[in-house]
């Protein structure tokens, strides 16, 4: 009956203690964070976000998407990465275990040579007849700390927590990866363009040399003119090298990024048929937060971080263990195995509750809350950045289709004023400075337009990366 009523109380207590708990454990809730009812100063608020596309779907040109999967298959900095993922694994298999009891076997042998004045060197002399006390001695040893205050548990969570940071922070090195490659190729295509551009004007600035020399010849020019006219072409030949020197550090950078040596890039299309879907839909900012990996990675650290807070508060309470031990035990090694002699058997249970600790403990609780508070602030700005990326990519794209339209203009136009400028020229209706300054004209226009069709490729690619696309 003794043991019944003792039963009981136990239950009640421990039934007790639990409720208590509910106190400690440690709820995660999203903390508020400044949202837009849509980006940019559009009114549209359609759901279906560019960030649904595969990368496969948004990047359709075969040899930039063979320099992605090189790149997710080779790079480096996303191998580190998914190595990471296989540590916070392990962590986590290693946490699930948290709450199963601890099994640890011993065998052990103590020999003692007691003082023969002493009370246990008189009765090992007087009972057994010798001068040493020997103890031979295996076991198993289990443990078991019962999850009263859920600290156990919550450290479970936080380790999870911390897997899935792990995991969405890998996915951002992806995201990164593909349009760092993205962004790479493309600047290929615009310099390959820029080549050919400053290739095809240094033609022409040989045709107008050849015209000024022979201007000069019938006395129709003077040696100012050939020479403003040989300058001119030096300046556009000194481009072709350095262009070319631009290309092949291009080239490098990309073998890099897809885990290669540095070597040369195949690519099989211009940057005026490079395409990239247009008119792109930002979708809703609130689905950004739950779909871009930096964001999200950076929330499992909240959660995490308001697990620590719960693990350090429940510390403070106390502990209880309970611990079981079993085995054989002998003063002889030749009963060491006599069964049942040699058995025994201890069950202990104890509460711990920590005193004076110097005021680690509080101090712990207290870090572990302000580093929580500390990463709210972080998760906070991480959104705030992210949306203003997307901003900021909505505004590069649209003014950028205005710039290139007008530039597509502006080199059709300085193209023709070149042809009224050499025929005019030829009839001694044009001075050799008016068809200097129109060709000069019109290779920076060209070279302008192709930098602009790269920088709205690159815009898309922002926009596509800011909203959480190539996720998958």
Same mark, same amino acid.
């Given at each position: 009956?003794?043991?019944?009523?003792?039963?009981?109380?136990?239950?009640?207590?421990?039934?007790?203690?639990?409720?208590?708990?509910?106190?400690?454990?440690?709820?995660?809730?999203?903390?508020?964070?400044?949202?837009?009812?849509?980006?940019?100063?559009?009114?549209?608020?359609?759901?279906?976000?560019?960030?649904?596309?595969?990368?496969?779907?948004?990047?359709?040109?075969?040899?930039?998407?063979?320099?992605?999967?090189?790149?997710?298959?080779?790079?480096?900095?996303?191998?580190?990465? &998914?190595?990471?993922?296989?540590?916070? +694994?392990?962590? =986590?298999?290693?946490?699930?275990?948290?709450? @199963?009891?601890? @099994?640890?076997?011993?065998?052990?042998?103590?020999? !003692?040579?007691?003082?023969?004045?002493?009370?246990?060197?008189?009765?090992?002399?007087?009972?057994?007849?010798?001068?040493?006390?020997?103890?031979?001695?295996?076991?198993?040893?289990?443990?078991?700390?019962?999850?009263?205050?859920?600290?156990?548990?919550?450290?479970?969570?936080? /380790?999870?927590?911390?897997?899935?940071?792990?995991?969405?922070?890998? %996915?951002?090195?992806?995201?990164?990866?593909?349009?760092?490659?993205?962004?790479?190729?493309?600047?290929?295509?615009?310099?390959?363009?820029?080549?050919?551009?400053?290739?095809?004007?240094?033609?022409?600035?040989?045709?107008?040399?050849?015209? *000024?020399?022979?201007?000069?010849?019938?006395?129709?020019?003077?040696?100012?003119?050939?020479?403003?006219?040989? *300058?001119?072409?030096?300046?556009?030949?000194?481009?072709?090298?350095? @262009?070319?020197?631009?290309?092949?550090?291009?080239?490098?950078?990309?073998?890099?990024? /897809?885990?290669?040596?540095?070597?040369?890039?195949? +690519?099989?299309?211009?940057?005026?048929?490079?395409?990239?879907?247009?008119? &792109?839909?930002?979708?809703?900012? =609130?689905?950004?937060?739950?779909?871009?990996? !930096?964001?999200?990675?950076?929330?499992?650290?909240?959660?995490?971080?308001?697990?620590?807070?719960?693990?350090?508060?429940?510390?403070?309470?106390?502990?209880?263990?309970?611990?079981?031990?079993?085995?054989?035990?002998?003063?002889?090694?030749?009963?060491?195995?006599?069964?049942?002699?040699?058995?025994?058997?201890?069950?202990?249970?104890?509460?711990?509750?920590?005193?004076?600790?110097?005021?680690?403990?509080?101090? +712990?609780?207290? =870090?572990?809350?302000?580093?929580?508070?500390?990463?709210? &602030?972080?998760?906070? %700005?991480?959104?705030?950045?992210?949306?203003?990326?997307? !901003?900021?990519?909505?505004?590069?794209?649209?003014?950028?289709?205005?710039?290139?339209?007008?530039?597509?203009?502006?080199?059709?136009?300085?193209?023709?004023?070149?042809?009224?400028?050499?025929?005019?020229?030829?009839?001694?209706?044009?001075?050799?400075?008016? =068809?200097?300054?129109?060709?000069?004209?019109? &290779? %920076?226009?060209?070279? !302008?337009?192709?930098?602009?069709?790269?920088?709205?490729?690159?815009?898309?690619?922002?926009?596509?990366?800011?909203?959480?696309?190539g996720r998958n």
């Amino acid at each position: 009956m003794f043991a019944i009523n003792k039963l009981i109380y136990i239950t009640l207590a421990i039934a007790t203690l639990s409720i208590s708990s509910c106190g400690i454990r440690q709820v995660y809730h999203r903390p508020d964070v400044p949202l837009p009812q849509q980006f940019g100063q559009s009114n549209i608020t359609d759901t279906n976000s560019v960030a649904n596309l595969k990368w496969n779907e948004f990047f359709t040109d075969t040899t930039l998407q063979q320099l992605i999967r090189k790149g997710l298959e080779h790079n480096y900095d996303l191998q580190i990465a &998914l190595k990471n993922i296989d540590i916070a +694994r392990e962590q =986590v298999k290693q946490a699930k275990t948290l709450e @199963l009891p601890e @099994l640890s076997a011993q065998v052990g042998v103590q020999i !003692d040579r007691p003082s023969d004045n002493s009370l246990n060197g008189a009765t090992a002399q007087g009972f057994l007849h010798q001068a040493y006390l020997n103890d031979y001695n295996a076991n198993l040893t289990l443990s078991w700390e019962a999850d009263v205050w859920g600290k156990i548990h919550m450290q479970k969570q936080a /380790t999870v927590a911390r897997y899935l940071q792990t995991y969405e922070a890998t %996915q951002a090195v992806r995201t990164r990866l593909i349009s760092d490659i993205a962004q790479g190729y493309y600047n290929l295509l615009m310099l390959d363009e820029q080549l050919n551009i400053a290739q095809y004007n240094l033609k022409l600035s040989d045709t107008t040399l050849l015209l *000024a020399r022979l201007q000069k010849e019938a006395g129709n020019a003077t040696q100012l003119g050939v020479e403003q006219a040989e *300058a001119q072409r030096q300046a556009t030949a000194i481009l072709i090298p350095s @262009l070319q020197q631009a290309i092949a550090l291009q080239e490098n950078a990309l073998s890099i990024l /897809t885990g290669d040596l540095p070597g040369s890039i195949t +690519r099989s299309t211009l940057l005026s048929e490079a395409t990239i879907p247009d008119n &792109l839909s930002a979708g809703v900012p =609130v689905s950004m937060v739950s779909r871009r990996p !930096d964001v999200h990675a950076m929330e499992m650290a909240l959660v995490a971080a308001s697990k620590d807070v719960g693990v350090a508060r429940a510390s403070m309470y106390p502990s209880l263990v309970i611990t079981a031990q079993g085995g054989l035990d002998a003063f002889k090694t030749s009963n060491w195995f006599n069964i049942p002699g040699s058995l025994f058997g201890i069950v202990t249970g104890s509460v711990a509750q920590p005193l004076l600790e110097h005021r680690t403990l509080k101090t +712990r609780y207290k =870090v572990a809350e302000d580093q929580r508070e500390q990463t709210v &602030l972080q998760f906070r %700005q991480s959104v705030l950045n992210a949306v203003g990326e997307v !901003d900021n990519a909505l505004v590069r794209e649209e003014k950028l289709k205005e710039q290139q339209q007008i530039s597509e203009e502006r080199v059709d136009t300085l193209r023709k004023s070149i042809v009224n400028a050499q025929l005019l020229f030829r009839s001694d209706m044009a001075t050799y400075l008016e =068809v200097i300054t129109a060709q000069g004209n019109a &290779l %920076q226009a060209e070279l !302008d337009l192709a930098n602009i069709q790269k920088s709205k490729l690159d815009a898309s690619i922002d926009l596509y990366r800011a909203l959480g696309g190539g996720r998958n």
